[in-house]
């Protein structure tokens, strides 16, 4: 049917325009009228069926083939060849979902937390989600681009006015460090299209490039998704900015912002430049490694909690580019594959698993405004329920079987180990160094004896907290113990990615 | 019109100025409709030569009446509060138009002179009109002392030029030049000259000093008129001088247009970060984006020219928006001219906070506001001429420039406001201004048209 033709623009536009009528709506200076309260509703109804129209898609999606589905294309500026040029395949449908999926409980958890222009906070977010979503279907270079910095916008402002105490020093640390790395990736853009004449990705993949171009080109796009992931060194940014960022802005930071720099690696490093790829191989897998080893320790040594899960998430994003980047080392074919998957795998268990530890801290800190972990101790009391969720997202971090967050880590490993034993090792190493922070942590906040005055007078969830921690361990624990829907969407994509990964570009000597 | 004006204007006191005004209003329209209604197919040269009316001076005579009519709504208000409100602002404003005009318009170096300095002299009365600010008087005087030393430059440049190439006008200077007999030394020394009076025009390192004191001094609505039009007027000196008459001598100018441009661009963003008064940041950040459209036009290409004049467009009409929220902000005895002053903004005026926030990520180059696409074009231009290292320079400026932008909107969305007073301006001038900021977004978003006029434009003139 017609709809099912636009249904891309109908999910990037649907939230962009709803967070505008939210915003125009506004809640008359006061968060508790009536009027904010209808505002809140329109929030949530509209990400809501966001969220629906991407189960749509889903539905529709076909899983056996890795051409573009969804298609839309249509010249948006002639002068400069640059189309409005949408499409979803097995790579990004999942992150759509994924998207789309955390928005709605985001919007929930904010719903009573934010006194302060909620019409404004709320119309960022649903904003912000229509530019998510853009982002991952996008496939015109200066659409990708527009979208991509675009998204800095609301995530600015949701840093700078929600949050903490040092909310000014790291949303201008976010914005400047983020918009350094991904403006030379519009030079790399504008040099490709200067030799493609469009901005079109395929046209990008599809033309031949020697060595020291795609090794610039390589880097160009490493420095924009380095800082994105974020890959050590250039990661400094994301402790400051989760942890002064109010919580419904550290979860889509966690959850979805930093994929971006996954998807980057994956839709436009690889395929466009493999043999600049390949050059650099060593170097990002030896970068993953140090992400995943240094700041796991780095991690094991924080007192603040969202500090904690912040170089947490850095560690497991570190999985991420190392199972992307296998592809070279590893001698038999299904080894590349499973590292791809793994480190999609892992992408989309993260976003589960990190928003719901965030949105765990957000309600201790509604509680008790502190996120030092020594403010804690045995809030297993005081809040057994909250106390159980905690512990099996920690769990699911640490990388338990059963959970999402062993499917991804274990494909990856098994990839790694094909690849090389130490890479192995030292990815492997994970699964011990992720237990110890994030069980030593809930073990020093849950357990224990009740010694502090303030988690003795602790309540606990309410419902809508219950509801929004209750639908991300559902999700959680379905992702680990039934990995195969999400795993078949992506397996065709993934399999032609290698194969034209595998094909060398350079033009020759 | 202009002389319609004046003497309507002896007639009417001063509680019906506004008369003034709207008169002002109505010849631009008039004169914008004669602009379309007349404008020829063709190139057509007249007045023996030394005018000429191609699709270049058509766009750029368009946008000019468009700004000064919009710097004059804007100034409205504030000049009615602060008791500034006399015929002779809207007098000066229309004259400079007129040499503005003539500019946009010479094919001759004469003609050029001639409109430059009618500019020139209309706007250093402007900045002096307030009699009462001592800052203004101390403005005017730089601008005038520097403007006349600029000028005699430029003219002494004129003289060698038309001494080497036996005219005045751009046709036979490129003859002369083609026909190899003129081209050397005293003909670069000219050149140089030239564009020494050109970059001061523009505001170029190292001839901008004036700049910064010039938009600190004069009051808002000046510095808004000074900011938005005369660039758009010196982007046609510019391409009249060096690609008209001189545009085979691409390879000597080629030189020192790239280096005022890198100079520009670093010192205007380096320096505006460290500026407390937003007058004096936005001409620093002047002076960077004029960095910008130097490095479009130094590539050579048609598609740098394009880019030069898509750029100048829209920042105009940025210009126009950011020192027109600074007037709104502006009322009798106060000059809101302090970043201190825009502090908890969006608690007070949300719509104008996010107005703001437009100008400010138009002018730092982020997307999708249509100061992005003038970058996307301008470092376009300038890789696809062979400058990989200057496309990088230009994206890390603006990177560097980002900040002063950011901090505006840092003072507005996440200070609380010390400042609780009303807004003094009228529902017209508000009404102005919210489209203002709109047409930053939506020309960001549809930027397809513009550009097409742009590249056009050079095709056709070229």
């Keep these: ?45 509209i990400s809501l069926a966001t969220f629906v129209l991407s189960l749509v898609l889903y539905g529709s999606f076909d899983t056996t083939t890795a051409a573009m589905q969804f298609v839309e294309k249509t010249s948006w500026i002639g002068a400069l060849n640059v189309e409005y040029y949408l499409g979803v395949d097995g790579i990004s449908a999942p992150l759509i979902l994924l998207t789309t999926f955390i928005t709605p409980l985001v919007i929930i958890a904010g719903w009573e937390t934010i006194k302060v222009r909620p019409a404004q906070y709320f119309a960022a977010f649903l904003i912000l989600e229509g530019l998510m979503i853009g982002v991952f279907s996008a496939l015109d270079g200066v659409l990708f681009y527009v979208l991509w910095e675009a998204m800095l916008v609301p995530m600015f402002l949701i840093i700078g006015i929600w949050g903490g105490e040092r909310r000014v020093y790291a949303t ?36 031949p490039l020697t060595l020291k171009e795609q090794q610039l080109i390589f880097i ?20 400051d900015a989760h942890v002064e960022a109010p919580t419904g802005g550290s979860v889509v930071l966690a959850a979805i912002m930093l994929k971006m720099g996954g998807y980057g690696f994956i839709r436009l490093s690889l395929p466009m430049v493999p043999d600049g790829s390949e050059y650099f191989a060593g170097l990002m897998i030896a970068l993953s490694l ?43 074919g299904s080894g590349a594959e499973l590292g791809i998957t793994g480190g999609m795998v892992q992408m989309i268990s993260h976003g589960l698993v990190s928003g719901a530890m965030f949105l765990c801290v957000g309600v201790l800190y509604d509680r008790v405004h502190s996120r030092e972990i020594g403010d804690y101790g045995g809030v297993a009391n005081t809040m057994p329920t909250f106390a159980a969720f905690m512990v099996l997202f920690a769990m699911a971090n640490a990388g338990l079987p059963g959970t999402s967050g062993f499917v991804g880590e274990f494909m990856v490993i098994i990839a790694s180990f094909k690849a090389n034993f130490w890479f192995a090792f030292f990815a492997a190493s994970t699964l011990i160094l992720g237990a110890a922070y994030t069980l030593w942590m809930v073990k020093r906040v849950i357990y224990g004896e009740v010694t502090n005055q303030h988690v003795a007078k602790l309540t606990d969830l309410h419902r809508r907290e219950f509801i929004v921690l209750g639908v991300l361990a559902i999700a959680v624990l379905l992702v680990g113990l039934w990995p195969a829907p999400l795993v078949d969407m992506m397996s065709v994509t993934v399999r032609e990615l290698v194969v034209q990964i595998s094909q060398s570009k350079l033009t020759g000597i | 019109m202009i002389c319609v004006v004046l003497i309507a204007d002896l007639f009417i006191s001063d509680e019906n100025r506004v008369v003034t005004f709207w008169l002002s209003i109505a010849s631009l329209l008039i004169t914008g409709w004669a602009l379309v209604a007349s404008a020829p197919e ?40 602060n008791q500034l409100l006399k015929g002779e602002f809207y007098l000066l404003g229309l004259f400079g138009l007129l040499g503005m005009m003539i500019m946009i318009s010479a094919n001759s170096l004469l003609t050029m002179y001639l409109g430059l300095e009618t500019l020139s002299l209309s706007l250093y009365a402007l900045v002096a009109f307030d009699r009462n600010s001592a800052v203004a008087a101390e403005a005017a005087m730089k601008y005038f002392v520097l403007g006349a030393i600029a000028s005699g430059a430029f003219l002494y440049g004129i003289s060698w030029v038309y001494g080497v190439t036996g005219s005045l006008q751009f046709d036979a200077i490129a003859a002369a030049v083609q026909g190899g007999e003129a081209n050397g030394m005293p003909l670069w020394f000219g050149m140089a000259f030239m564009i020494a009076g050109i970059a001061f025009k523009f505001g170029a390192v190292p001839f901008h000093s004036w700049l910064p004191d010039v938009y600190q001094g004069a009051r ?15 982007l046609a000196l510019l391409l009249r001088i060096l690609v008209d008459g001189l545009g085979d001598l691409h390879e000597v100018w080629q030189g020192m247009i790239m280096v005022l441009a890198v100079l520009s661009l670093l010192i205007g963003n380096i320096v505006a970060i460290a500026q407390t008064n937003i007058k004096r940041m936005l001409g620093y950040s002047a002076i960077a984006h004029v960095g910008f459209i130097l490095l479009a036009v130094f590539t050579g290409t048609d598609d740098g020219y394009a880019a030069a004049l898509f750029y100048t467009l829209t920042y105009v009409v940025m210009a126009a928006g950011a020192f027109g929220m600074i007037i709104l902000l ?8 302090n970043l201190a002053d825009f502090k908890g903004l969006n608690a007070r005026s949300p719509w104008f906070a996010m107005m703001m926030l437009f100008f400010m990520f138009g002018m730092a180059g982020v997307p999708p506001w249509v100061g992005f696409i003038a970058k996307l074009n301008a470092i376009s231009a300038v890789l696809d001429a062979g400058f990989p290292g200057l496309a990088i320079l230009m994206v890390v400026a603006s990177v560097i420039g980002a900040y002063y932008y950011l901090r505006v909107i840092w003072y507005m969305y996440f200070e609380g406001a010390e400042d609780r007073s009303v807004f003094q301006a009228n529902i017209d001038t508000r009404v102005i201004l919210s489209l203002n900021g709109l047409a930053v977004l939506i020309l960001g978003i549809m930027p397809g048209w513009l550009l097409a006029v742009c590249i056009d434009a050079i095709a056709r003139t070229y």
Excluded at chain 1, 183 to 196: G, H, Q, R
Excluded at chain 1, 227 to 237: A, D, G, L, R, S
């Design chain 1, 1 to 45: 049917m017609g709809m099912m033709q636009n249904i891309l623009s109908l999910l990037i536009w649907l939230p962009v325009f709803g967070g505008i009528a939210v915003l125009l709506m506004g809640d008359a200076g006061d968060s508790t009228s009536s009027k904010a309260g209808n505002m809140r509703w329109l929030a949530l109804v």
């Design chain 1, 172 to 207: 201008l640390k976010f914005f400047l460090y983020t918009f350094l790395g991904s403006v030379l990736m519009l030079v790399a853009f504008i040099y490709l299209y200067n030799k493609t004449g469009s901005f079109n990705f395929f046209a990008f993949m599809e033309v």
């Design chain 1, 220 to 239: 160009a796009f490493l420095l924009a998704f380095a800082v994105k992931v974020p890959m050590w060194p250039v990661h400094t940014w994301l402790p």
């Design chain 1, 290 to 332: 140090i992400a995943v080893v240094y700041i796991g320790f780095v991690a094991l040594m924080q007192t603040d909690m969202k500090k904690l899960i912040a170089y947490s998430s850095i560690a497991h994003m570190g999985f991420v580019t190392l199972g992307f980047f296998l592809l070279w080392s590893v001698s038999s």
């Design chain 2, 42 to 81: 063709a190139r057509t040269l007249v007045f023996d030569g030394s005018y000429v009316s191609d699709a270049l001076s058509q766009i750029l005579k368009l946008a000019a009446c468009g700004m000064v009519g919009v710097g004059f709504w804007y100034a409205r208000d504030y000049l009615r509060q």
């Design chain 2, 220 to 234: 808002s609505p000046i510095t808004l008129y000074i900011a938005s039009a005369p660039k758009l007027a010196a």
């Design chain 2, 330 to 337: 502006s009322r009798n005895g106060f000059e809101a001219e």
